[in-house]
């Protein structure tokens, strides 16, 4: 009989399949799943991508994760030191491929929010702010998104604040770049003419009703909706390997 395996570990394969070799891709804050994503990636199907972390080093030789993704460890033999400041320019040049971000609000055009729930002059819930996705989101060619409880409070029709643009708050010309939702239910892109939110994958043990029951609008269905695909034990092991204390497990509780 075949182990189960645990959500962490499945957002962390599906977002790591999301990094191509060659790609320069960057993390920033509270981001554990992010950082074993891109480690996953570097060590297996993409050796030769950019990893630049929120802590600022370049390429570091990464052993294992720490709570904080700013950790001055997670820099040890970086190549180089990177301010975080400095991805604004590198992205407005055309040089990063990738940005994993996360969000307290995603709606059905791919908007996010992390600045307020409620109205913005009296907010229910006072959010830690954006920081740089409103500038890096629409000007990055993929954007990955990272939620861990898919409920209709996270996933709404419309968010509360434009915290990170979707597909109907860009400029031409950045309608084509892409987002990409990793849940703890499956994934979701917006690959349809109208450019709103659809399921591409649903997660060993979910549905895809279980999805569109726990999403706050009618979401779509992509034609070739399948089971996302799943770590083998090499990659689970690598997985443990790099956080052997569990510290993808906090975002979960």
Do not use: C
């Not at 491929?97 to 307020?116: E, I, P």
């Not at 409880?149 to 708050?169: I, P, S």
């Amino acid at each position: 009989m075949t182990a189960k395996i645990e959500t962490p570990d499945l957002m962390v394969y599906a977002m790591a399949a999301e990094i191509e070799n060659f790609n320069t891709v960057l993390h920033g804050v509270s981001s554990p799943l992010p950082v074993l994503a891109m480690s996953v990636a570097r060590k297996t199907h993409a050796p030769d991508m950019v990893y630049i972390s929120g802590a600022e080093g370049v390429d570091p030789e990464l052993d294992r994760i720490y709570p904080s993704s700013f950790d001055a460890r997670l820099n040890r033999n970086a190549v180089a030191y990177f301010g975080l400041h400095e991805a604004f320019d590198l992205a407005q040049r055309g040089e990063l491929d990738v940005m994993f971000l996360g969000a307290a609000q995603v709606d059905r055009r791919g908007n996010t929010n992390l600045s307020v729930i409620g109205d913005i002059d009296r907010p229910k819930v006072q959010l830690p702010g954006g920081a740089a996705s409103a500038f890096l989101m629409p000007i990055t060619p993929k954007v990955v998104i990272w939620v861990t409880r898919h409920t209709n409070r996270v996933f709404v029709e419309e968010v509360d604040f434009v915290t990170g643009q979707g597909y109907d708050h860009r400029l031409e010309a950045y309608q084509k770049n892409e987002i990409v939702i990793v849940s703890n239910l499956g994934v979701m892109n917006f690959k349809n003419p109208d450019r709103v939110m659809q399921i591409q994958y649903y997660h060993p043990g979910h549905s895809v009703d279980e999805i569109k029951e726990k999403t706050g609008f009618d979401i779509l269905v992509a034609p070739d909706a399948a089971e996302t695909p799943a770590p083998g034990q090499e990659v689970i092991q690598l997985i443990n390997q790099i956080d052997p204390d569990g510290v993808r497990s906090s975002e979960f509780r």
